[in-house]
C-alpha cells in the first residue's frame, strides 16, 4: 500500500536556525513527489515537484531534494512568515492519478 | 485568474440533515479532486474527475456522499443524511493535467452537531 510519513509532526525554530523536514515514503513506482505549504483557515499552496532520485528545487529560504525513500525540505535561515505546515504528497504509476498526502510538520519560526 | 472557489466557506448543521459543498475549479483544468482534512487523518482523497467524469470514488466514506460535476465549471460533493463524524474541512483542487500541481480552494469548514 502506498505511504507517505512526515516528520517531525511539529518543529520550533528561532529564525535564522535552518533545518530539515522529511518526507518517507513507500509507493508503486513514483510518478512524482510534491511540497506544499499551509496557512491556517487556507488550502495548501504548491512549493515544488520533484520527479527522480538525485533532483533538487530551490525557492527563496526553500530547497527540495529527493531520494529513491524521502524527501528533505531544507530551510535556511528561516523567518517567522515561513511559519506554516508543510504538506508532502506522492503520486504513484499506477491508473488513477490519485495524490496521497502525508499529515505535514508544522513549523513556527520565533522572532 | 480567481483560483479554486469553493462555497460556503463555513457550513453548521444538525445531525440528519443533507449538506451540499460547492466547487468552481480554475479555469482550464481538466481534472477536480475532493479531499477531506482532519487532525487525525489529515488530507484523505474522497473522489476526482477528468472532463467531468468521475474516475476514481474509492475514498467515498459511504453511500450517503456523492459528488457530480455536471459542467466544467461546476462540481458539487452532498451528504445526506449528515452525522458528526462528518464534521471536517472539506476541500475541493483542480489540476490542469493529471501529473501537474494541485490549487486548492480555501475549503468549506463543516460542523455536524
Known amino acids: 500500500e502506498d505511504q507517505v510519513t512526515q516528520s517531525p509532526e511539529a518543529l520550533r525554530l528561532q529564525e535564522g536556525e535552518s533545518s530539515s523536514l522529511n518526507c518517507s515514503y513507500t509507493?508503486?513506482?513514483?510518478?512524482?513527489l510534491f511540497w506544499y505549504r499551509q496557512d491556517p483557515g487556507k488550502g495548501p499552496e504548491f512549493l515544488f515537484t520533484?520527479?527522480?532520485a538525485g533532483e533538487e528545487k530551490e525557492k527563496e529560504r526553500l530547497k527540495a531534494t529527493l531520494t529513491k525513500k524521502e524527501s528533505f525540505l531544507h530551510i535556511t535561515a528561516p523567518k517567522p512568515e515561513d511559519s506554516a505546515t508543510y504538506l508532502c504528497?506522492?503520486?504513484?504509476?499506477?491508473?488513477?492519478?490519485?495524490?496521497?498526502f502525508g499529515t505535514g510538520t508544522r513549523l513556527k519560526v520565533l522572532a | 485568474d480567481a483560483g479554486v472557489i469553493q462555497s460556503p466557506r463555513h457550513e453548521v448543521t444538525e445531525m440528519g440533515q443533507e449538506v451540499t459543498l460547492r466547487c468552481k475549479p480554475i479555469s482550464g483544468h481538466d481534472y477536480l479532486f475532493w479531499y477531506r482534512q482532519t487532525m487525525m487523518r489529515g488530507l484523505e482523497l474522497l473522489i476526482y474527475?477528468?472532463?467531468?467524469?468521475?474516475?476514481?470514488d474509492s475514498g467515498m466514506p459511504e453511500d450517503r456522499f456523492s459528488a457530480k460535476m455536471p459542467n466544467a465549471s461546476f462540481s458539487t460533493l452532498k451528504i445526506q443524511p449528515s452525522e458528526p463524524r462528518d464534521s471536517a474541512v472539506y476541500f475541493c483542487?483542480?489540476?490542469?493535467?493529471?501529473?501537474?500541481?494541485?490549487?486548492f480552494g480555501n475549503g468549506t469548514r463543516l460542523t455536524v452537531t
Open positions: 474527475f477528468n472532463n467531468n467524469v468521475p474516475i476514481d
Open positions: 520533484l520527479y527522480s
Open positions: 504528497a506522492v503520486q504513484a504509476h499506477s491508473g488513477t492519478y490519485k495524490y496521497i
Open positions: 509507493v508503486s513506482g513514483l510518478r512524482g
Open positions: 483542487a483542480s489540476s490542469l493535467a493529471g501529473n501537474s500541481p494541485l490549487h
